[in-house]
């Protein structure tokens, strides 16, 4: 801009950066670039500012549908009532597995035409991970020591006769597994080891504040009675493992990510308690609030706010349409109130994109690495969520 505004008033470079460029959206963002030689530099390779324009966008779940000519998966940016494009594989005969393995600043690892492949949906590349396998994937995560991206690894193998659980590291762009130090017990044997990758598929760890974060389970307590819901926790900067108390017990604990702290819903059918741990070192918890819900779901997701998406039926449609709702953490109303269709599946994991450059996406032996990510991401679209009359439950 201050290049072509030859002759006239313009603003200073820093305000049009700091305060217009880095607001857009990466899609219009990634158009800017084309606008002068200095727009390309700062918007292709200016790390400070692509790290400050990540850190803006806004977190969205991940969702996913398919027919009988593809798999997509989507963003669901709830306050505009669409599914973002994020990444599409075509159906086969063998219909193959499609679907988001784990994420982290952008980045997602994905299953998809009979391979593992990091990927970055705003830049449109990605890479094979040949080494690793579905099942194995626990999380992806950012080593701050290193400055690298790893993906933690859990392999079953069997000793005397017993499952056993074996943790492994992957640093994206290197060839090897590194193994590291043993998960704690119970996890690391008997029936919890070999349920681990299932657990894992079903309920994704959760990443926050530089820990991954268990699902939490029922342990033993004192008397064999079950008293304690317990959680594992992998420290990403030490590369260890330790142990967390959930605050409470309960059938349907359901962790997540909020603003950088683990928060924990304990869902009761009518109401939904929210907990933050405020410190992890002395394990300490505080409840924050109490949503009362207006209907009964049988799935929820927390929302990284602190309001809840929930599936509710839809009895008028019959089986292939529920209801998706988005309730408030701070009143329990109900914001929007969408027509959901049984294809479409709401996963636990989040993408908030990013514009980041990463070198092991053009590393040697990483083909499909260059920013052609056909056929990921071909012929994606904004799709528009239809929404449904709320106004019965106010």
Not at 200 to 224: C, D, E, M, N, T
Not at 298 to 303: E, K, R, W, Y
């Amino acid at each position: 801009m201050a290049e072509a505004a030859v002759g006239g008033p313009h603003l200073p470079e820093e305000i049009v950066t700091w305060e217009i460029l880095i607001r857009l959206p990466p899609k219009p963002l990634v158009r800017c670039r084309a606008v002068c030689r200095s727009w390309h530099r700062r918007l292709t390779s200016d790390a400070k500012f692509l790290f400050a324009h990540h850190r803006r966008q806004p977190s969205l779940p991940l969702v996913t549908t398919e027919d009988t000519h593809e798999r997509r998966i989507d963003a669901l940016d709830h306050s505009t009532g669409e599914r973002r494009p994020v990444a599409r594989a075509a159906r086969t005969a063998a219909d193959e597995h499609f679907d988001v393995l784990a994420s982290c600043d952008g980045l997602l690892i994905l299953v998809a035409y009979g391979g593992v492949y990091i990927c970055n949906p705003a830049t449109r590349q990605h890479a094979p991970l040949p080494l690793l396998h579905v099942y194995c994937i626990a999380g992806l995560y950012f080593h701050r020591p290193s400055g690298s991206y790893r993906v933690l690894c859990c392999l079953k193998t069997t000793e005397d006769g017993q499952f056993r659980a074996v943790y492994q590291v992957y640093t994206l762009g290197s060839g090897d597994l590194r193994c590291i130090r043993k998960a704690l017990e119970p996890w690391t044997s008997g029936d919890l080891a070999r349920a681990m990758p299932m657990m894992v598929s079903f309920q994704p760890h959760v990443l926050a504040g530089g820990r991954l974060y268990w699902q939490p389970i029922k342990l033993p307590g004192a008397g064999g009675n079950g008293k304690v819901n317990n959680m594992l926790v992998f420290d990403t900067m030490a590369e260890s493992f330790q142990h967390l108390l959930s605050p409470v017990e309960g059938a349907f604990l359901e962790p997540f990510e909020m603003n950088g702290t683990l928060g924990l819903y304990d869902y009761h059918g009518s109401t939904a308690d929210l907990w933050v741990l405020e410190d992890h070192e002395s394990w300490a918890w505080s409840l924050k609030h109490r949503i009362k819900l207006q209907v009964m779901a049988f799935s929820l997701v927390p929302d990284i706010q602190g309001g809840v998406l929930l599936l509710s039926e839809n009895e008028e449609s019959g089986l292939l349409w529920q209801y998706l709702q988005h309730v408030s953490g701070a009143d329990g109303s109900i914001s929007t109130r969408y027509e959901w269709s049984a294809y479409l599946k709401l996963r636990r994991h989040r993408l908030r994109e990013s514009l980041v450059q990463h070198s092991f996406f053009s590393m040697e032996g990483n083909n499909g690495g260059g920013v052609d990510g056909k056929p990921l991401f071909d012929g994606l679209s904004t799709v528009k969520v239809l929404t449904a009359d709320i106004s019965e439950l106010h």
